[in-house]
């Protein structure tokens, strides 16, 4: 069973860093793109960045290039978003997913505040 | 980027009737493959999106055979046969065939 477990979200002020980790289980993770999705409170989704299987290739929505990075850890099932420079409309749920042309399987997610 | 216009946005429906969510694209979803990747997602209260179907008709594995999807180009429609109250939630559509990946705004389907 495929299982996606994100960790490492909290409050944190505009301006502020966090890292954010997924820990992936029950399928072939460095077989497997991935990708980060989020969703603003009481709002829709939105894709933010996804990763090829050996971490060479990466594509970010444009609201988050420059201040955010994707990376992952093929030897520890582990995916990551490197978030700097936060603002206040960055606050959401952050989805980790498993990427097959869109997300297929989801975590439960992590919640990103960014206020002052 | 690739706008995805859901209607309606909010879908009261009576339970053991049918419902149809419909998904309009800004452009062709038809990727050099040959293949679209326009997939739905249902999100129930309180829980994380779960894919429903993929490459527009595709159920994924333990999704009623009341959901099913089609179409084609830029038009795209969800349909559930006969709506239980497990399908109360949101209903995206969603486009992976062009960076950046693109949701719809998400349809409300709530119990009459």
């Known amino acids: 069973e495929v299982q996606l477990v994100e960790s490492g979200g909290g409050l944190v002020q505009p301006g502020g860093s966090l890292i954010l980790s997924c820990a992936a289980s029950?399928?072939?993770?460095?077989?497997?793109?991935m990708t980060w999705v989020r969703q603003a409170p009481g709002k829709g989704l939105e894709s933010v960045a996804e990763?090829?299987?050996?971490?060479?290739?990466?594509n970010y929505v444009d609201s988050v290039k420059g201040r955010f990075t994707i990376s992952r850890d093929n030897a520890k099932n582990s995916l990551y978003l490197q978030m700097n420079s936060l603002r206040v409309e960055d606050t959401a749920v952050y989805y980790c997913?498993?990427?097959?042309?869109?997300?297929?399987?989801w975590g439960r997610g992590t919640l990103v505040t960014v206020s002052s | 980027d690739i706008v995805m216009t859901q209607s309606p946005l909010s879908l009261p429906v009576t339970l053991g009737q049918p419902a149809s969510i419909s998904c309009r694209s800004s452009?062709?979803?038809?990727?050099?493959?040959?293949?679209?990747?326009l997939h739905w997602f249902q999100q129930r209260p309180g829980q994380s999106p779960r894919r429903l179907i993929s490459?527009?008709?595709n159920r994924d594995s333990g999704v009623p055979d009341r959901f099913s999807g089609s179409g084609s180009g830029t038009d795209f429609t969800l349909q559930i046969t006969r709506v239980e109250a497990e399908d109360v939630g949101v209903y995206y559509c969603?486009?992976?065939?062009?960076?950046?990946?693109?949701f719809g705004q998400g349809t409300k389907l709530e119990i009459k």
């Open positions: 452009q062709s979803l038809v990727y050099s493959d040959g293949n679209t990747y």
């Open positions: 997913a498993t990427e097959n042309w869109g997300p297929a399987h």
């Open positions: 029950g399928f072939p993770f460095s077989r497997s793109w």
């Open positions: 490459e527009v008709s």
């Open positions: 969603m486009q992976g065939t062009h960076w950046p990946q693109t």
């Open positions: 990763i090829k299987e050996d971490g060479s290739k990466t």
